[in-house]
């Protein structure tokens, strides 16, 4: 893994988290994207060389959601770079981690995502990421 990503908030309401992560980071948010198939909207801010994406639910049934029920809102997952994430995920396979993708999705900010199973990192979700137009 080469660094990490992003942090991954959980938000109830984009439009009132937007202009709060904006004064608390002093910088706008750079870009808003839905991701239907996670069923999401996010929102990414950047500060030198760090990334906030705050998510917020499009369905009572997506991942945010229930997240956000179960723990209220708050850091949902921890993002690593990858270079190449099909050799990633195989390596933390055979390293004895659970994943929950079979295979790399895409995801927001064109990216490739794939998730460690939260039970085998000490109850933290982590998210791998590979820039969609490096090596695919």
Do not use: W
């Amino acid at each position: 893994m080469e660094h990490i990503e992003h942090l991954g908030i959980a938000v109830k309401d984009l439009e009132a988290s937007i202009p709060l992560y904006e004064k608390l980071l002093n910088t706008v948010c750079y870009k808003r994207e839905e991701v239907k198939s996670e069923n999401v909207i996010t929102a990414f801010f950047q500060t030198s060389n760090n990334k906030i994406e705050l998510l917020q639910a499009t369905s009572p049934e997506s991942a945010i959601a229930k997240f956000i029920e179960k723990r209220g809102e708050g850091i949902h997952h921890v993002a690593f770079a990858v270079a190449d994430i099909y050799k990633e995920m195989e390596r933390l396979r055979s390293e004895g981690f659970r994943l929950l993708n079979e295979q790399p999705k895409k995801g927001a900010d064109n990216k490739l995502i794939c998730f460690v199973h939260p039970k085998d990192t000490s109850g933290v979700l982590t998210e791998l990421c590979q820039e969609i137009s490096e090596q695919v």
